[in-house]
T-cell receptor
Framework: NAGVTQTPKFQVLKTGQSMTLQCAQDMNHNSMYWYRQDPGMGLRLIYYSASEGTTDKGEVPNGYNVSRLNKREFSLRLESAAPSQTSVYFC????????????FGQGTRLTVV | GQSLEQPSEVTAVEGAIVQINCTYQTSGFYGLSWYQQHDGGAPTFLSYNGLDGLEETGRFSSFLSRSDSYGYLLLQELQMKDSASYFCAVRVINTGKLIFGQGTTLQVKP
């Protein structure tokens, strides 16, 4: 019963490097989300995908791109990493619009030096 | 836009009752949810209020008043394991966007 799986769990990047964070869910959920969490800032929405084939900006999209590869997978790309992108990144999924519970992956701890 | 405000920290003693408030500004949403996150872990769902009033789940209760743009999470018979961060969240109508408050860190002392 995997739920939401994120890879990698830890990553260190140099400024200017690129990388893709992977997220997959096995619950047949329509909606998927990427958040970043910084101390004292809560969970801030980067991008979300309400359904397969659609993606939309959240609160803090600058410096990121996303791809909803299929219903299961939603990836987050940093094209040119900056120290300000040092954070913990969480992927989440939920069934659909409306009052449904969101399930989170275990997070990716990213440090940009 | 949408925003949710919570106190940053709350401290209480084991066995006590604590209330964590959430005030929000959002044009339309399906309901107010609460999530718990232990240090180093992922957020997990606790409760949901779709309608005004009180919802009870064991030691935890949650309340929503749409007319006051206000909700709260009530934790009773506090245990040490309740030390964690608690987030309120709303799903914005017709967009699928799920927005979280900044979180309240609860410290339970012996």
């Amino acid at each position: 019963n995997a739920g939401v799986t994120q890879t990698p769990k830890f990553q260190v990047l140099k400024t200017g490097q690129s990388m893709t964070l992977q997220c997959a869910q096995d619950m047949n959920h329509n909606s998927m989300y990427w958040y970043r969490q910084d101390p004292g800032m809560g969970l801030r929405l980067i991008y979300y995908s309400a359904s397969e084939g659609t993606t939309d900006k959240g609160e803090v999209p600058n410096g990121y791109n996303v791809s909803r590869l299929n219903k299961r997978e939603f990836s987050l790309r940093l094209e040119s990493a900056a120290p300000s992108q040092t954070s913990v990144y969480f992927c989440a999924s939920s069934e659909a619009l409306g009052p449904t519970e969101a399930f989170f992956g275990q997070g990716t701890r990213l440090t940009v030096v | 836009g949408q925003s949710l405000e919570q106190p940053s920290e709350v401290t209480a003693v084991e066995g006590a009752i604590v209330q964590i408030n959430c005030t929000y500004q959002t044009s339309g949403f399906y309901g107010l949810s609460w999530y718990q996150q232990h240090d180093g872990g992922a957020p997990t769902f606790l409760s949901y209020n779709g309608l005004d009033g009180l919802e009870e789940t064991g030691r935890f209760s949650s309340f929503l008043s749409r007319s006051d743009s206000y909700g709260y999470l009530l934790l009773q018979e506090l245990q040490m394991k309740d030390s964690a961060s608690y987030f309120c969240a709303v799903r914005v109508i017709n967009t699928g966007k799920l927005i979280f408050g900044q979180g309240t860190t609860l410290q339970v002392k012996p």
